[in-house]
């Protein structure tokens, strides 16, 4: 039986962290199962799933404190367990290109929050718009969508609400 650690990790960003993790998880035979990564401003983060079994994990927590420190990076850990898919769920995807104003990552959550629509991924960037350098803001998502929910009329009250706060939107189906 497999057992689940999650592994968060940020510091400066430079070449080798990814070998130097990785390696890590390797040499206490974990194996990693899903994985974000990513420079945000000078530094660098991981959010990673390792899987092993009970030895290897414990191995890996002990392990990964000094590491964090030799790399210069704060390492978290907490144990999860696998999670399973859910059946009445339906995955969407969301994207929403914007005038890059604060608060509209919060409005889409409340939106989806206030629906009981669970966001399981969420990413977003900031950049320059082609031609005009006008700041733009950009947001993709998956969210889980419960299938007893009357799809069109969702579309319909995103859209009417996206477009009350001037966002360019699309809402459909995940295509994985």
Same mark, same amino acid.
């Given at each position: 039986?497999?057992?689940?650690? $999650? ?10 962290? $990814?070998?130097?993790?990785? @390696? ?5 035979? *974990?194996? #990693?199962?899903?994985? @974000? ?12 799933? $390792?899987?092993? /079994?009970? /030895?290897?994990?414990?191995?890996? +927590? ?5 590491? *964090? ?13 696998? @999670? +399973? ?18 608060? #509209?990552?919060?409005?889409?959550? /409340? ?7 669970? #966001? ?16 733009? %803001?950009?947001?993709?998502?998956? $969210? ?16 009417? %609400? ?13 295509? /994985?």
């Amino acid at each position: 039986m497999s057992n689940y650690l $999650v592994i968060s990790a940020v510091g400066e960003d430079r070449p080798g962290l $990814v070998d130097r993790i990785s @390696r890590c998880i390797l040499d206490h035979e *974990g194996s #990693i199962a899903d994985s @974000r990564m990513t420079v945000l401003g000078g530094e660098f983060a991981i959010i990673l799933l $390792v899987s092993g /079994n009970w /030895n290897s994990i414990a191995r890996l +927590e002990t392990a990964l404190p000094a590491l *964090g420190e030799e790399l210069g990076m704060v390492i978290t850990t907490r144990r999860t367990a696998s @999670r +399973e898919p859910a059946r009445d769920l339906l995955p969407y995807a969301v994207d929403v290109v914007a005038l890059d104003n604060p608060g #509209i990552v919060h409005r889409l959550a /409340n939106f989806f929050s206030r629906r009981s629509i669970n #966001i399981q991924d969420l990413a977003t960037s900031s950049y320059a718009a082609p031609h005009t350098g006008t700041p733009m %803001f950009a947001v993709h998502m998956t $969210v889980d969508v419960p299938a007893s929910t009357h799809i069109a009329s969702l579309r319909e009250e995103f859209m009417d %609400f996206c477009d009350q706060l001037n966002l360019d939107a699309v809402i459909e189906p995940a295509k /994985n």
